[in-house]
């Protein structure tokens, strides 16, 4: 137990002391997606279910932040730490694969968790400013349930990713042409009602889709798809790339690069 | 249950990577408070060996076992046992020395482990360096921190892959010293190294390990008597200078006679004791026997 909590704190103080980069870069990039997407863009753009585009797009904004954090954070420490040399002793060290995996993908989640926690308080700003009034939340534990899937699911993934990767561009790579898309096609800035069949169907495929929506059930109370499905789905996600990660850990490369 | 008697058990080991075998049918312990010099030139395989006993690396068969615990069935039991300190420096940049060595001891399960820490940087001689990044040591200093973390935990076996390469005079002393240490307290070694001269200093037991095989392994001094031999030169009236080979064991005054020297004719004598050097350079020179 000791071992796995210094892990954590390990991978905690790690991101603290890149603070202003774990912080600043989050802040400016809501601030202007909210500005030219909820406020420029968002009085052409139809919300949902009487919920107006600028609060419809701040959970997406929210789950985005936190999905791309706790992935960040994992793979980032497991990738640098393959540069600088120090994979090794983890592999040396009396540190189970649960307790590896569990350290990483909590300290995913807390990363996350705070950028994504101040994605949102950017996000109320600008709804105070837009619409008069705060955004409150609408079902505090559904919200509770999607944020620590999200983060977690996340992280996992970020480990396992990292620990295939054989490079940076590897890793780089996996961000733009696998993570990116299926972010923005995963209902972060659009319902998909406004699609046609076809690509409804398509995008219910991605399992973005699912979190990204069960977030702004939480928070707004409305969703593209049912809250059982979304729960179930994070879920099932959540083991699958449980496994992932573990299978890679034992599979892995432990050699620096 | 009483611990295990042998730190270190390696019994028919085999790594192979494709077709190649990196390490050939491997065998020989490391005992309580012992220095083991693993020795033999680039590629022999030595760095693998220690990569098998520390899980790093898969064995293709054979038995590994610390302290009575096999590396990977009982993979934790083993692990808190030694301590290892690899052949290639790590650099990582984000916490101070001082942080890097709790942390490394927090994963032993040890919290708020500063006296041990303290007086191993005091011991390697960084104490006043403890609040630098890793990136702001020297390449000596580096490798102090290295030996430093592979003991937070006191373990009672330490592996060592080639300690003192390129470091200087004074530090591999100091270094030497350390180890003595460290063997007189009980803790047993296992050593890389390519520095001939130091393993005979310090290694109560060599192997001498060439295409993954070991060639030979035993007692420093047998295996200097065994395989090297000690030059005699002697300037006589007659015959003027002289060299004569013998072994290590032979008594001076038996070879002068062997050799049907008179001891009234002898100008000068002057004996250069067989070196481990001279071992190794004919273990590892012979012709290899019919090899498939
Ligand atoms: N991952 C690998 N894949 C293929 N071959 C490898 C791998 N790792 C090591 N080898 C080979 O195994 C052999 C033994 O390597 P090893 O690193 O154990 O040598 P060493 O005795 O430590 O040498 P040195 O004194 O140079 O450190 C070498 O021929 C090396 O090329
Ligand atoms: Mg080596």
């Given amino acids: 137990m000791t071992g796995f909590l210094t892990l954590l704190e390990k991978e905690i103080r790690r991101f603290m002391k890149v603070l202003v980069q774990t912080v600043v870069t989050p802040f400016i990039s809501s601030f202007l997606y909210l500005l ?9 753009v139809p919300g949902k279910d009487g919920v107006s585009y600028l609060a419809f797009l701040i959970p997406g904004l929210v789950m985005m932040a936190l999905m791309n954090n706790a992935f960040q954070n994992s793979s980032s420490s497991i990738v640098s730490s393959k540069f ?39 996000g109320q700003v600008f709804h105070y400013l837009q619409v008069g009034t705060w955004l409150g939340v609408v079902h505090p534990f559904a919200l509770l349930y999607f944020v620590v899937a999200g983060g977690l699911l996340f992280g996992l993934l970020g480990i396992f990713v990292a620990f295939w990767a054989g490079s940076f561009e590897h890793l780089s790579a996996f961000s ?18 406004h699609l046609s069949p076809f690509w409804q ?57 | 249950m009483t611990g295990h008697p042998i730190p270190l058990q390696i019994q028919n080991l085999r790594k192979s990577y494709g077709s190649f075998q990196a390490v050939n049918d491997l065998s020989f312990v490391v ?5 083991f010099g693993l020795l033999g030139p680039n590629g022999a395989g030595k ?14 068969s054979g038995e590994v076992k610390v302290f009575g615990h096999d590396v990977t069935a009982e993979s934790r039991q083993a692990k808190c046992k030694f301590g290892v300190v690899h052949q290639e420096v790590i650099n990582s940049g984000f916490f101070d ?5 709790q942390f490394q001891s927090g994963y032993y399960g040890i919290r708020n482990n500063t006296k041990r820490i303290h007086e191993l940087l005091g011991r390697l001689g960084l104490f006043e360096h403890r609040h630098k990044k890793v990136k702001q040591l020297s390449g000596g200093m580096k490798r102090r921190l290295m030996i430093a973390k592979a003991l937070v935990h006191s373990p009672r ?11 200087d005079l004074t530090l591999r002393e100091n270094l030497w010293t350390f180890v003595q240490e460290l063997r007189s307290e009980g803790i047993a070694v296992l050593l890389t190294t390519h520095y001939l001269e130091e393993a005979e200093l310090l290694c109560d037991r060599v192997g001498i390990l060439n295409h993954g095989k070991l060639e030979a392994c035993g007692p420093t001094s047998k295996i200097i008597n065994q395989f090297a031999q000690k030059k005699i030169i002697v300037e006589t009236r007659s015959a003027g200078r002289k060299e004569i080979m013998a072994k290590t064991d032979e008594v001076l005054g038996d070879i002068l006679v062997a050799s049907g020297i008179d001891p009234k004719d002898l100008l000068d004598v002057h004996v250069e004791e067989g070196r481990l050097e001279d071992a190794f350079r004919k273990l590892i020179s012979a012709p290899m026997e019919a090899k498939p």
Wanted: proline share 3%; hydrophobic share 50%; aromatic share 10%.
């Fill in chain 1, 36 to 44: 030219v997407f909820g406020v420029s863009l968002g009085a052409s």
């Fill in chain 1, 84 to 122: 600088s040399g120090d994979i090794e002793d983890l592999r040396v060290v009396p540190l189970s694969e649960n307790e590896i995996i569990w350290a990483f993908a909590l300290g995913g989640l807390v990363r996350g968790f705070i950028v994504g926690f101040v994605t949102f308080m950017v």
């Fill in chain 1, 176 to 193: 733009s042409f696998v993570l990116l898309p299926l972010t923005y096609l995963g209902g972060v800035f659009l319902s998909i009602d």
């Fill in chain 1, 201 to 257: 169907g398509v995008s219910k495929l991605n399992p973005l889709l699912y979190l990204i929506n069960g977030l702004r059930y939480g928070m707004l109370g409305v969703s593209d798809v049912g809250l059982v499905e979304s729960m179930t789905i994070s879920f099932v996600g959540l083991v699958v790339f449980y496994l992932m990660a573990r299978v890679s850990l034992r599979r892995g490369s432990f050699q620096r690069w």
């Fill in chain 2, 31 to 35: 005992n309580p408070g012992e220095v």
């Fill in chain 2, 47 to 60: 760095t693998t060996t220690i990569s098998i006993i520390t899980t790093l690396e898969k064995r293709t």
């Fill in chain 2, 97 to 101: 020395l001082e942080e890097l060595l």
């Fill in chain 2, 157 to 167: 076996l330490l592996l060592l892959d080639e300690p003192t390469a390129g470091v």
